[in-house]
Structure formats: structure tokens, C-alpha cells
């Protein structure tokens, strides 16, 4: 059973930047789409980047290039690098992991997910 790790996670004032780690516990190159996916208090689940294998990005709009996702062969490991936080940053932010690719995610979904770390982003 594959297994997600974060980490990273923790409190920070607006402004500021905070870098999301997530593990596998297997050969991350099996999966062909990783990302990054935040529960907000009150609002929807929602994606916040994903990477595909050949490291092709895509970001949600509210991102506005303050976040950047990359995956690491070598450490087996996927990061968010996210700058300027805001407030309305706050929330759960988990690692999700599928064997098809980003374009199929609409019709696959995410198979495999992290237990989710917190973000809390004071003004």
C-alpha cells in the first residue's frame, strides 16, 4: 500500500513562505501525476497545482505565481514551494498521487493521498 507523507507544514505571518514536502513510500516515477490539494474551513476541496512526469505544471488561479510544485526522482519526494501566503491560504493542505496522467484526471481522479498538513497564515 502505497503511502504519502507530508510535511512542512506549520504557522507563518502573511508574507511569508512556507515549503510542503510529501514522501512515497515507493518509486515515485510510477506516478504520472502528483499534486497538491487544499481543504479550506467553509469552502470546497480544491487543487492547487499538479506536475506531471515530464515536470508540466498546472496551477489554480488563485496561486497568481506565488506557489511552485516540483517532483524529485532522487529524494522519491514532490514539493510546494509557497511564497507571499496570505491568510485565506489557511487550511489542509494535501499530497495526492495518481498512475495516469494530469489529462486524465478528470475522468480517474486521484488515487492515492496523504493525511494532509496543516497551514495557517496569520495577518
Known amino acids: 500500500q502505497e503511502q504519502l507523507m507530508e510535511s512542512g507544514g506549520g504557522s507563518v505571518q502573511a508574507g511569508g513562505s512556507l515549503k510542503l514536502s510529501c514522501a512515497f513510500t515507493g518509486n515515485i516515477r510510477i506516478y504520472l501525476c502528483v499534486g497538491w490539494y487544499r481543504q479550506i474551513s467553509g469552502k470546497d476541496f480544491e487543487q492547487v497545482a499538479i506536475i506531471g512526469s515530464g515536470s508540466e505544471t498546472t496551477y489554480a488561479d488563485f496561486v497568481q505565481g506565488r506557489f511552485r510544485i516540483s517532483r524529485d526522482r532522487a529524494s522519491n519526494s514532490q514539493y510546494l514551494q509557497m511564497n507571499s501566503l496570505k491568510p485565506e491560504d489557511s487550511g489542509t493542505y494535501y499530497c495526492?498521487?495518481?498512475?495516469?496522467?494530469?489529462?486524465?484526471?478528470?475522468?480517474?481522479?486521484?488515487?492515492?493521498w496523504g493525511k494532509g498538513t496543516p497551514v495557517n497564515v496569520s495577518s
Open positions: 495526492a498521487a495518481a498512475r495516469v496522467g494530469c489529462t486524465a484526471l478528470a475522468t480517474y481522479g486521484m488515487a492515492y
